[in-house]
């Protein structure tokens, strides 16, 4: 599925796409613009949506923003590479931004639910790093709900009452991150980040590199 990159190492390899999920509210947008912040080489993946643009956002930079039907149409067409309905509303990734982005031996970075990173696994599981964010408590996370300011009460009651639900899919990810300081979750996620860069099977240029090293030795 993709060429490969040059690691910081030098030693090329597969580009990985790595999948926060959490319930709504536990920190995985601010979780993700850390990350993308500080880790060169990660791509967001910006997905499609039918919900309305929250105030703050931008369209095509946190979500592309689009109707029912042109939604419909992007399924049809096969542009996404999952989809799924959440909170009433329909979210898919475009299929397009994250080819080229493997292709180029970059990593991708998603914030999906639970039945978009099945989908994903499903269909490229060696190169799926699945990571749950989970918040210290119910209290925390109806009040980081409120916090963002961004929701009115109806929508945080639905979100809150959907919590449990969603995290019922803890067991389905690779790791588990509690969010209660941010700073230690962001350093436990980017750790998770930097070792699975690392994992032999995707370093694609390893044999090369290891058969050069043994030619020096003999040579
Ligand atoms: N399957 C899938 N889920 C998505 C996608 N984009 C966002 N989501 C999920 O949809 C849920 C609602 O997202 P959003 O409305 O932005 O609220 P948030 O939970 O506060 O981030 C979250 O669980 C997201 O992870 C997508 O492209 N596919
Ligand atoms: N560890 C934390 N402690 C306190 N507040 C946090 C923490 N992590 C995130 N927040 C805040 O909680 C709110 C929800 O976080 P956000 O990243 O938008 O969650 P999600 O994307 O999972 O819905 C935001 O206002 C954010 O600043």
């Known amino acids: 599925m993709t060429t490969g990159d040059h690691g910081t190492d030098g030693v090329e390899r597969r580009g990985l796409m790595f999948v926060l999920s959490s319930p709504s509210g536990a920190g995985k947008t601010t979780l993700s613009r850390m990350l993308l912040e500080r880790e060169p ?7 499609a949506t039918t919900r309305a643009k929250r105030p ?11 109707d029912k039907p042109r939604f419909e149409a992007m399924v049809k067409g096969d542009e996404l ?9 329909l979210y898919g990734t475009p299929r397009a931004p994250v080819e080229a982005a493997l292709s180029a031996g970059q990593d991708v970075l998603f914030d999906i639910d639970w039945q978009g990173t099945q989908q994903l696994h499903q269909k490229a599981s060696v190169d799926v790093v699945r990571v749950f964010i989970l918040p210290p408590s119910a ?9 963002r300011a961004q929701d009115s009460d109806e929508v945080i009651r639905n979100r809150m009452s959907r919590a449990s639900h969603e995290m019922s899919h803890w067991a389905e990810y690779d790791y588990i991150v509690i969010n209660n300081d941010v700073d230690k979750a962001f350093a436990e996620v980017q750790s998770i980040l930097k070792a699975e860069r690392l994992k032999r099977e995707r370093r694609t240029g390893l044999v090369g590199f290891v058969r050069g090293l043994q030619g020096q030795l003999q040579g």
């Open 81 to 89: 590479l999952e989809w799924a309905t959440v909170f009433d509303n």
């Open 56 to 66: 703050g956002e931008v369209d095509g930079r946190d979500y592309l923003f689009v």
């Open 139 to 147: 209290a925390d996370l109806e009040k980081r709900l409120h916090s």
């Open 41 to 47: 080489g990660l791509n967001m993946s910006v997905s």
